[in-house]
């Protein structure tokens, strides 16, 4: 290495000129080792060894072991640094690396999530020198069994596509390419892990079909999508100088006005189009923060603003709607935001830093950001995590933000350039593009990278309540979160409900919870009480049914109906039925609310000649039903009661006839 080429394609000699030998730390390992490849190093051969052990192959020179140590390491490293598979950038390399690493297992006989089980022995081999890889082992090994656990439960069935495939082929020696797509769209199968397998065979795959086929799939997609974007217009002029932090109304001039993506000069009374100021207060939303709402106000007419998108980086679209008069580009406007909205939306955004560390020091140092959304109503933060939060951890985490927002500690934003503010400690966002400035925003004590709007002090969030928590890709969680008038409104209406319990159940809201537990162990009192008297009443209707038996060449045979019966009664009755005929043929029916249950018995002596499934189907078809079952008991079910009657009379005559 001799130069670096710049922009401009200008090269530039190197300080100090180099050769890249190549020799990483495996092949230092290797030379020192006193062995002749990679995967005979001590590391290699752990691993190699915790492959074999949770894969039960015994053949320890396999291809496919060398392959599962080395993409356990790759998984393991990506996940540690807060890249989760996904389908598209980074997410998606790393999906395809695990699937390629559960293809291999599969092919050693591995059935079941295997390769998350490696984790431990990774840790003990390099989490002294990578501390990072300790402190995720739990979230790591969470996010590989999730993803392990689904592409399972598709595998089967893809292999065993791609395998017929294989078979049936001619001697082109091309696997189609439409296959191919089918078992990435359907199966979850990436091109590279079907070309591995076809290689295997001496196959190629045909890429151009496979290209043309998810060419085709995406065009359908855009086609059926609608997005709300600025980033199509055309614009060249000056950019907007954003005056949101300090005020929320400002004097701006009409730098371009369009119409349905069109540059105008006008917008008259009732048109929609995109305002472009020089001067604005409204923000652009970015960051995870909506844009702004409220209104432009010139002497010539009134522009109520909907939304605030980026055009450029530093050019802001004012979406919106022209209610009275008109504007013409060059007019002077004043600007105003939505006091209301904007303040709200404040309050959630600030509570969101906050959330964010204490859900580290909740949950585990792996949390980090994979997405939010922030507007008046609430906030909703997305984060690395691999389970469920318990009860206990969202009421801490509630505590914690709390507790901050009690401090009633002022809010400080510094702008500096990215190396001071990576030595601040400030938190950034893995894989995020930051410009050589950014802010640092100081709140409560949380310090992260952020361009959003923000409360002046902690204390003017008011009040925390998380609403919601759950899974929403794999190892991934979402937090819903209300902060200020919207918190103190759930927790009223939370109380509004907690009080037509307690009257429901008569008592006072404190002692509620008691109360429903009471009623719901009475309830199980009645429910076996209930069971035991329809027991007891399915053995006197059994005996009862004993008259109706009839002898069909030597063979006791019974159709009959079971008033009030469930599947659980019918079942017991035939049971006992079976038990005092010793031999018989055997069909019971009841009917709850228009639906009919069928169940059929036949003892081991008949089952040669008469089966329980056949004869059930035999009368469910007659009552607009099927079912089946085996030899000697079967269930079915049918929604014509009204053919019950005949339906029940027909079992003696095809008895006789199977006899």
Known sequence: MQFNRDEAGVMHPLPRPSVDTGMGLERISAVLQHVHANYEIDLFQALIAAAARETHCLELGSPSLKVLADHIRACSFLIADGVIPGNEGRGYVLRRIIRRAIRHGYKLGARDAFFYKMVPDLVEQMGIAYPELSACQIAIKGVLKLEEERFFATIENGMAILDSELHSM???GI??????????????????????????????????AFDAAMAHQKQQARAAGKFKTSANLEYTGPASTFHGYDTLEHKGNILALYKDGISVNELNEGDTGVVVLDHTPFYAESGGQVGDSGELRSAQGIF???????????????????????????????????????RATERNHSVTHLMHKALTEVLGTHVQQKGSQVDPDKTRFDFIHSQPMTNAEILTVEARVNAEILTNAATQAR?????????????????????????????GSSRELCGG????????IGLFKIT?????ASGVRRIEAVT?????NLIQQQEHQLRQVADAVKAQPHEAAARINQILDHQKSLEKELATLKSKLASTQGDELLSQVLDINGVKVLAALLEGADAAILRETL?????KLKSAVILLASVTEGKIALIAGVTVDHTGKVRAGELVNMVAQQVGGKGGGRPDMAQAGGTQPENLTTALASVTDWVRNKL
């Open 170 to 172: 001619n001697q082109s």
């Open 484 to 488: 200020g008038q919207g918190a103190l």
């Open 304 to 342: 109520a603003v909907e939304d605030v998108q980026k055009i450029q980086a530093t050019v802001f679209g004012h979406h919106g709607v022209v209610n009275t008069g008109k504007l013409t580009t060059g007019n002077d406007v004043n600007a105003r935001v939505n006091f209301t909205a904007r």
């Open 175 to 208: 696997f189609k390419g439409e296959t191919a797509f089918k078992l990435h769209d359907t199966f979850g199968f990436p091109l590279d892990l079907t070309a591995d397998v076809c290689r295997e065979h001496g196959v190629t795959v045909d890429v151009a």
């Open 575 to 579: 049971d006992k039925l079976k038990d």
């Open 453 to 460: 709007t923000h409360v002046m002090r902690t204390g003017d």
């Open 468 to 472: 919601a928590e759950s899974g929403v």
């Open 415 to 443: 702008v500096m350039n990215i190396a001071d503010a990576q030595k601040t400690g400030a938190m950034m966002l893995f894989g995020e593009k930051y410009c050589d400035e950014v802010r640092v925003l100081d709140i």
